[in-house]
C-alpha cells in the first residue's frame, strides 16, 4: 500500500515598488526574509523572481497554515512587512492547498493570483489594476 499524498499551502505574492529610491532598503530586507525562510519550520519549496517594472513575485509551498504564519508574523519578515505598505504601489496576495509539495509552475501561479487573489493594504496603491500577465522576468532564483 503506498503512502496517502501530502497537501500542502501554495501562497503566492506580487509586489511592486513605487519608486526606484525604495529598491536598495527592500532588497536588504528581501535578503534577510530569504535568509530566514530558508530556515523556517515548515517551509517546503519556494521561488522568487523580479520582473522589469519593480514588481517582485513570491511563490512558497507550506506544510500548513501554521507554519506560514509563523514564518510571517517572526523574524526579518517581521520587520519588513510594515514598509512595504509605504514602498509599494501594488501588492496582492493569493493562496490555495495543493496534493503533493512540488512548486506550481508561474504561469499558474500568475493565473491564481489573477483570477483568486485579494489586495494588499498600501498607503499609495496605484490606480489602475495590477498587470498580472506573464511577467517579464529578470531575474528568478529557487529558495
Not at 536598495?24 to 534577510?32: G, K, Q, V, W
Not at 508561474?106 to 495590477?130: I, K, M, Q, T
Request: charged fraction near 25%.
Amino acid at each position: 500500500m503506498s503512502a496517502p499524498e501530502v497537501t500542502t499551502l501554495v501562497s503566492v505574492t506580487r509586489f511592486r515598488l513605487r519608486a526606484l529610491r525604495f529598491l536598495p532598503f527592500f532588497m536588504l530586507h528581501a535578503h534577510r526574509a530569504i535568509a530566514q525562510i530558508r530556515k523556517a519550520e515548515g517551509f517546503v519549496a519556494g521561488a522568487v523572481r523580479r520582473d522589469a517594472d519593480l514588481a517582485f513575485w513570491t511563490l512558497t509551498v507550506w506544510r500548513d497554515e501554521a507554519a506560514m504564519r509563523a514564518y510571517g508574523a517572526s523574524g526579518a519578515h517581521r520587520k519588513a512587512a510594515p514598509h512595504l505598505a509605504e514602498w509599494g504601489d501594488e501588492a496582492s496576495v493569493a493562496r490555495w492547498r495543493q496534493d503533493g509539495d512540488g512548486l506550481p509552475a508561474w504561469p499558474e501561479a500568475a493565473r491564481r493570483l489573477h483570477e483568486e487573489g485579494r489586495p494588499l493594504p498600501l498607503r499609495h496603491p496605484a490606480r489602475d489594476r495590477p498587470r498580472l500577465t506573464e511577467p517579464q522576468t529578470t531575474f528568478a532564483m529557487r529558495l
